[in-house]
């Protein structure tokens, strides 16, 4: 949260997208018994699975045990996962005119950030989320994952995007003010896909939809679309607290494009961690050293982390990033 505010401090907070899920062994065990939705629309289980995490590394955030297409249960769309959404694929017309968006009916997911704030070391930051509208239509479209998402981009062409857009918008919107009343302190979007689409569609469409949905929730909020760094330069028109960045981008030209007053997220490749714990070190070091100890910086990953990755190399990282002492070092040396 300190680093939201820009504050100085000693290293930067870290925590990591998909902290919670297949690369540890003790979430592997509980899925054995419990089928994904079973474990995320049981509140009890989904509280556990987000402290996993936290239990084993230093981190400073937990993000809650979650999709981003659990919202749309909400409206009757069936989901399986497998391990991946599948759902019966909508046309463009069928999203612009979805119901109104009840967020009652995915009250679980206010439950299970109840019961995790309750658990959670009070030093820690909890983490909610959703998905970002062009992310989530292109699933809808789709009907679950896809190579290229032809059907977002064909979309992109149509001006009736428009209408979809501002509809999953406002359901974003209330799924993520649920989860602030609920108790998180932070929300991040993720739009995933939407920097598939050209820098034009992507002002015109991606970005008032992303607005919306992080409009006036009264919490900070961080945005990431990995991707897109075509049209980073406009991100800040999103309006969000912070920005992530992926692995493509230097942190420092990040800066130079996103703004060098807004804080950033990121960005050490995930793939790296695949890797040897010395490797893990070094890397993790120089996305340390390029932040540089400026205020606004939050470490993570550039994407998600990968299940194969090996529990000593998330270890090695987060331990470089907590027992980090580059920045003090610095201060001592100029003073
Ligand atoms: O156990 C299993 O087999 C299920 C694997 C899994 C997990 C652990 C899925 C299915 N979702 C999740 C949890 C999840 N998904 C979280 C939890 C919190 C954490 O980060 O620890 C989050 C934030 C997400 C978000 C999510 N789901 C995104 C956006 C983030 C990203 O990686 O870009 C996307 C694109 C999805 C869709 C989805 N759900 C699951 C999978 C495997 C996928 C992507 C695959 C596809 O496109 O087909």
């Known amino acids: 949260m300190k680093a939201l505010g820009r504050q100085p401090l000693d290293r930067p907070p870290v925590w990591f997208m998909r902290q919670a899920g297949r690369y540890l062994p003790e979430y592997r065990e509980l899925r054995s018994r419990y089928s994904f939705e079973e474990a995320m629309r049981t509140p009890s289980l989904a509280a556990e699975i987000t402290l996993q995490p936290a239990r084993r590394f230093p981190l400073d955030a937990a993000i809650v045990f979650s999709d981003i297409m659990t919202p749309l249960t909400a409206w009757g769309v069936s989901i399986e996962f497998a391990p991946g959404p599948r759902l019966p694929p909508l046309e463009l017309r069928e999203v612009a005119m979805l119901p109104e968006f009840e967020p009652g009916k995915v009250d679980f997911v206010a439950e299970t950030i109840s019961i995790v704030r309750r658990s959670l070391d009070p030093q820690m930051a909890l983490i909610g989320f959703a998905g970002g509208p062009a992310t989530v239509l292109a699933y809808l479209l789709e009907g679950g994952g896809s190579p290229n998402f032809g059907g977002l981009r064909a979309a992109a062409h149509d001006d009736v995007i428009g209408d979809a857009l501002d509809r999953l918008a406002g359901m974003t919107r209330a799924y993520l003010h649920l989860q602030a009343e609920a108790g998180a302190d932070v929300v991040q979007l993720f739009d995933t896909w939407a920097g598939l689409l050209s820098r034009d569609q992507f002002t015109r469409w991606v970005i008032p939809a992303a607005k ?24 800040h028109l999103v309006g969000a607290t912070a920005y992530g960045v992926d692995w493509r981008l230097s942190l420092a030209e990040a800066w130079r494009r996103v703004g060098e007053s807004r804080p950033l997220q990121g960005n050490l490749d995930p793939a790296l961690l695949l890797s040897s714990p010395d490797r893990v070190r070094t890397g993790t070091a120089k996305v340390l050293e390029e932040a540089g100890g400026r205020p606004g910086h939050i470490f993570g990953l550039g994407h998600g982390i990968f299940p194969a990755t090996p529990l000593t190399n998330v270890e090695a990282m987060v331990r470089t990033v907590v027992e980090w002492e580059g920045y003090a070092s610095e201060t001592r040396q100029a003073g």
């Open 212 to 235: 919306k949905a992080l409009a006036g929730l009264g919490l900070p909020t961080i945005y990431f679309a990995p991707g897109a760094t075509h049209v980073m330069d406009e991100f």
